[in-house]
């Protein structure tokens, strides 16, 4: 049997058609819109003739931990037909104007088909591409945990299980449905989609309408390097990566983000570090630099801490900026895919 549909499934102006057809008025529905997303209601309230077409929240929460720390939760889901998928939330120190910034980390697909040899869910598989419904209610669930911490969820980041780009219209759907002013109203400049180099996506994504940022998967500066960690390299080799990505920045005036995460042994050597520099200088990208989270099956280590400093310090040379990012909630397994592979059989 299909699981019904989630009605976050819909844009606000969907949710007033289907009102509309069932006898509901536009006021109640933009109502229920606003009250499931900024909400995060899960009743119907009021309204009649939705209820047994749609279910409002599609997520089973099959664990949820905690760091050590208190900055991070890690919940596992379990959606409709079964799938597991992971969403993270993370607690940030409150900001100028004293908000409780939380950032949420999505998932938007169930398993990955890209094969990345570090990666949790790459070793795992492709299962199912993720319905925006299913990417938006993530949010509102986390939407939901930070209120009761009095936060609130102001950036989201396309970074948890799944290639987005190869989910790319329910990705975007997703995006237009958070960023709605009379929903969840998360910031287009807060919202950062995170894609292992789909060359096609990245010149779509370079002329979609919203302001989102971009960061783009390298984790190496020459092909054979990176065609050995990351398969799609085969398809889209840095020459075009590179040229798709100054493209992306000519035509919106925006910086790419470069995600490197560094491999003990691998791609971490100062050589790698200059080859990096040379390809970036002068293009207008950061690179943050992440050690890798190890995996259970995978062979990876992360370098010393004194071998991302002097890794940085190259890139600095070639006057490419870059940041150490130590990744939150390593002791709950935070990293992609990681808390799924553990609960598998
Ligand atoms: N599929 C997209 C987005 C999800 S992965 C992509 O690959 O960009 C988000 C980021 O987490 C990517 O940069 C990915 O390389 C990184 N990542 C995956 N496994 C990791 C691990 N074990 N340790 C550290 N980072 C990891
Ligand atoms: Fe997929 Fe990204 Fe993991 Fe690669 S790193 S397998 S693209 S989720």
Redesign the pocket.
Known sequence: MNPLPTLLDLTRDELVAAAAEHGVSKSAAERLFREVHREGGTGFGKVRGLEGRYVIDPLEVVTRRTSADGSTDKLLYRLGDGELIETVLMRYEADAHRRRRRTVCVS?QAG?A?G?T?????QQGFRRHLEAGEIVAQVVAMARIARAEEAQVTNVV????????ANYDRTMKAIAILNDGRGLQIGSRHITV????LVPEILRFAREPLATHL???L?AADDATRAAILPVNRRYPLADLLAACRQYSALTGRKVFY?Y?LLAGTNDSPDQARRLGELLAGTDGHVNL??????AE?P?RRPPEAGSDAFQAVLRDHGVPSTVRV?KGIDIAA????LRARALP
Request: aromatic share 10%.
């Open positions: 938007t990955c890209m990345c570090f990666c949790a869910t790459g396309f970074m948890g299980m799944g290639e987005p780009f995170s894609t292992v180099g960061a783009v998967s984790h995600e995460v992440i050690p890798v989270n190890p995996t995978g990876w990744e990293g992609c895919g990681q």
